[in-house]
Structure formats: structure tokens, C-alpha cells
């Protein structure tokens, strides 16, 4: 069907890994809003929705539920860039024949075409098929036969023909149900789309997110400053100064709180705003509190703190730009002392593909010390390579730079574990 694709499936969305695309629950009176479309939500309780958006495609997904039982509605409101050749309708409708035969898990299940007219609105080349499969007898143990409802409509709005919008809509029940109590939602979805340009306004309106759940990407151009709600992390680094020399590293866990609050060891809160795709408006982040512990036989145990702004943008799809500053400070507890510190750094983060990521940085920072403080400046990248694994990330670090003023080579790698 070329590059408009069909999926009537009736896969449950689960929570609680960071992974997961999540749903929430649809807001009385809400609309969803596509760069050139606007499709009002169905209303009533047991809908959710969740939502992806990214380039070229962007996608509403709902789904129905009573009480918990499995999903028995689907909805799916698409839009993708350029103009993508329409889908046949006689393909359409072999697809969805299939599609719904395989729900029933039936290959002889009867299917009945739909008639539904389309708004004018939609153009004169919108297609559009409806149909009703019906099991062709009842099952063991089951007293009525189950039915399988089905409809597409793929169109490219008059006043935005650089995009291609698809609706899909499915719902099984029971095969003695009046045939209008799906012929009548579909038609008030399909009358309820209000058409638009995608004008920068409307393109930035899309762009707000809404409070719709976000999910860990596996690209870091895409990969939100704090993690999903549920998400849990841990990480550790080790790297090594060549000249003059040393091993450093750091280790730590974090948690997601809500999608936007982050907690990580030893008690360090970082808050995101903003978009997080970063594609329109920058996704911004701050944070406060605790950086790490340690135990010196001179200065007693030294707890490390700071504040912290960073910022992420989308320069293009697969390459995102992300700036960091920080203000920090050390406290001696056998001396009573507090050294000041701080960083800064600006980092380019390339993904060449779903599993690999290229970067490069730049970056100076201020390392608080009993001595003269360290300042180190480096040019090259945290990481150089990242390798994306299922749940794991292996990264290479490497940069030349200065350590109080002597040139000097450092490299290491890193592993990052989320789930």
C-alpha cells in the first residue's frame, strides 16, 4: 500500500518501563491537533490515548477498555510529510478483509462493506473503506458468534497538499449488535476532522505535548533530558588523563518521578520543561541538589553539590545540540570548608542510525580541590561513539585538552543501564 500503512492491531499498551510507549486518560472535550488536522477525541469513559510524534510522522493512538478487560476500540490519527501516493482501494480493502479475519481467527469470516459518505472537506481523491467480518459459527463454549468492525480513509488536505493523513478505526463485539453502533461513531470521527494549513502557528500548536506520557529513546538526539516516569537508570564511567595521568570515574542510579521530575543518587533533582521532542521549542532542564560523597583522611567526608541548567534542540531529525552549565561547590565536614566549582559544556549528538550515535563536545570545568583548584578545557566528546544495546548503552569516550594549563589526552568508556 506504499508508504500509508495499516495497523488495526489490538496490541495492550503497558506502563511502567521506561521503554513503553504509555497512555493517559482523554480529557472531556479534548482534540487532538495534527499539524493539518484537528480530530476531536471520541467522548465517554474507558478511552486512553498516547501519542508519538517526530519526523516525517507524527500519530494519535486510542484505545477503549471496560473495567480492564482487553481493548475492544481502536483509533489511530496519523500525519506524515511530503506526498505520499494514496493507498488503492481495492488494497485497502483486502488489508482490512485480512486484518479483521486474523482478529476473529476465522479465514472464513464473512465480510460486509460499509457504506459511509466523506465530508467534502476531506478532497475529492480522500479513499475511504468500512467493513463488518462475522465469524462464521460459535465457538466452543461460546453462545454468540463475535463480529469485527473496520475503517480507513487516507486524504491529503486541500489546504496543506504537503501532508498525507490517515484515520483508522476498529472495534470488535458481538455479531447480534445493531450494525449502526459502529457505523455511527465512525461517521462522527470522520465528520468531526477540522482541516487547516500547517502554518508555523499551527505546526508550533501541534508541537505541545499536552501531558501526554513520554518513553525512553534509544537515540540520544531524541533522548529526553530526565527519564519517563517509572524509568530507572544506572550508570558507570571510568576514564583515564594520559599525560600527566590518573583514572577518574563516577558511578550513580536515577529515577524517574513523574516524566519531567528525576531523582538520582546521593539526592540530586533535575526538572525538565518544555518540548520534549525538541523539534519546534528547545526542551529545557534544571537542577539542584547533592552530587556525590567521599571520604578523605584530611578533609573527613566531602559531600559535593551544585545547581544546574541544560538545554536540548533538534537541529534535524537524527541531530540534536545540547548545552550545560553548572555552579557547584564541595563541603569538608573535618574542616568546615567549601570549595566553589563549576562547568560548562556544549555537545552535538548525531544518531546514524537506531542503534549507534556519534558526538562531539567541547567543554571546561572547575574542579574543587584543597590545593589550587583543577581546571580542565577539553575539545572532543563524552561520548566519541555510543553503541545502543536492548536496555544498554556502551560508549568511548575521548578529548585533548588542558589540565591546569598541560596539554593532555583522555579517554575511557562508559555503560548506562535503563530499564
Not at 194 to 199: D, G, I, M, N, T
Not at 310 to 331: E, F, M, N, Q
Request: glycine content about 10%; charged content about 20%.
Amino acid at each position: 500500500m506504499d508508504r500509508i500503512a495499516i495497523a488495526l492491531g489490538f496490541g495492550l499498551l503497558l506502563s511502567g518501563c521506561s521503554w513503553t510507549q504509555r497512555v493517559r486518560p482523554v480529557r472531556a472535550g479534548e482534540v487532538l491537533e495534527l499539524q493539518s488536522a484537528v480530530v476531536p477525541a471520541p467522548a465517554g469513559p474507558g478511552w486512553e490515548v498516547s501519542r508519538s510524534f517526530d519526523v516525517p510522522d507524527r500519530q494519535f493512538e486510542l484505545v477503549h477498555s471496560v473495567h480492564g478487560h482487553a481493548p475492544d476500540e481502536r483509533i489511530a490519527v496519523s500525519e506524515r510529510d511530503g506526498t505520499t501516493p494514496l493507498p488503492a482501494r481495492e488494497d485497502v480493502l483486502a488489508q482490512l478483509s485480512a486484518q479483521a479475519r486474523r482478529q476473529l481467527a476465522d479465514p472464513a469470516a464473512t465480510i460486509e462493506e460499509i457504506d459511509v459518505s466523506l465530508p467534502a472537506a476531506l478532497g475529492d481523491t480522500a479513499v475511504v473503506v468500512a467493513i463488518r467480518a462475522e465469524e462464521t459459527a460459535a465457538r466452543p463454549g461460546l453462545l454468540e458468534r463475535r463480529a469485527f468492525h473496520s475503517a480507513f480513509v487516507a486524504f491529503v488536505p486541500p489546504a496543506a497538499p504537503d501532508r498525507t493523513c490517515a484515520v483508522e478505526y476498529a472495534a470488535r463485539g458481538r455479531a447480534d449488535a445493531p450494525k449502526d453502533g459502529f457505523a455511527e461513531p465512525w461517521r462522527a470521527l470522520v465528520q468531526g476532522i477540522e482541516l487547516r494549513p500547517a502554518s508555523a502557528a499551527n505546526v508550533a500548536a501541534a508541537a505541545r505535548a499536552d501531558d501526554f506520557p513520554k518513553q525512553f529513546e534509544p537515540g540520544l538526539a531524541r533522548r529526553s533530558l530526565t527519564l519517563p516516569a517509572g524509568g530507572f537508570q544506572w550508570y558507570l564511567e571510568r576514564d583515564r588523563l594520559l599525560a600527566p595521568g590518573g583514572f577518574t570515574g563516577s558511578w550513580g542510579l536515577a529515577a524517574g518521578i513523574t516524566d519531567h521530575l528525576e531523582l538520582g543518587t546521593p539526592g540530586f533533582f533535575q526538572l525538565s520543561f518544555g518540548e520534549a521532542e525538541a523539534l519546534h521549542r528547545p526542551e529545557l532542564g534544571v537542577g539542584a541538589g547533592l552530587l556525590g560523597a567521599e571520604h578523605d583522611a584530611e578533609r573527613g567526608t566531602v559531600w559535593s553539590y551544585g545547581v544546574t541548567a541544560a538545554a536540548r534542540k533538534r537541529l534535524a531529525p537524527d541531530v540534536a545540540l545540547l548545552g550545560r552549565i553548572a555552579a557547584s561547590g564541595a563541603h569538608e565536614s573535618r574542616t568546615g570548608r567549601d570549595r566553589p566549582g563549576g562547568a560548562a559544556g556544549a555537545e552535538i549528538v548525531w544518531d546514524v542510525s537506531e542503534f549507534a550515535t556519534l558526538g562531539v563536545e567541547a567543554g571546561w570545568v572547575t574542579v574543587p580541590s584543597p590545593r589550587a583548584r583543577e581546571i580542565r578545557v577539553w575539545v572532543g566528546a563524552g561520548p566519541v561513539a555510543t553503541l545502543h544495546l536492548p536496555f544498554i548503552d556502551l560508549s568511548v569516550n575521548g578529548a585533548a585538552g588542558w589540565h591546569d594549563g598541560r596539554p593532555g589526552v583522555r579517554v575511557g568508556a562508559g555503560v548506562l543501564l535503563t530499564l
